[in-house]
């Protein structure tokens, strides 16, 4: 059974950090396209990151140099790692495992 289970969020200060763990039961992380989405209220999905089997990682422009994914093949985990968090980050973060695993979102809110 497949199964995704994002923690981590919560709220944070502009300028703060957080760090997003995905846990992943039912296939390896390492076998497939793994991204992070968030989705702000009244915006739609949009992808943040993705780390590729073979590691190579790929940012929105919008994260470029401040968020960072990194995969844990050992624990079967991804991590979405984020400084410098800006207001405009608040959403609902969502890992994916491609083309349709997902997991149940974890809220990020940046604000003062």
């Known amino acids: 059974q497949v199964q995704l289970v994002e923690s981590g969020g919560g709220l944070v200060q502009p300028g703060g950090s957080l760090t997003l763990s995905c846990a992943v039961s039912?296939?390896?992380?390492?076998?497939?396209?793994m991204n992070w989405y968030r989705q702000a209220p009244g915006k739609q999905r949009e992808l943040v990151g993705s780390i590729r089997s073979y590691g190579v990682t790929t940012y929105a422009d919008s994260v470029k140099g401040r968020f960072t994914i990194s995969r844990d093949n050992a624990k079967n985990m991804v991590s979405l790692q984020m400084s410098n968090l800006k207001p405009e980050d608040t959403a609902v973060y969502y890992c994916?495992?491609?083309?349709?695993?997902w997991g149940q979102g974890t809220q990020v809110t940046v604000s003062s």
């Open positions: 994916n495992g491609f083309p349709n695993y």
């Open positions: 039912g296939f390896s992380v390492n076998s497939v396209l």
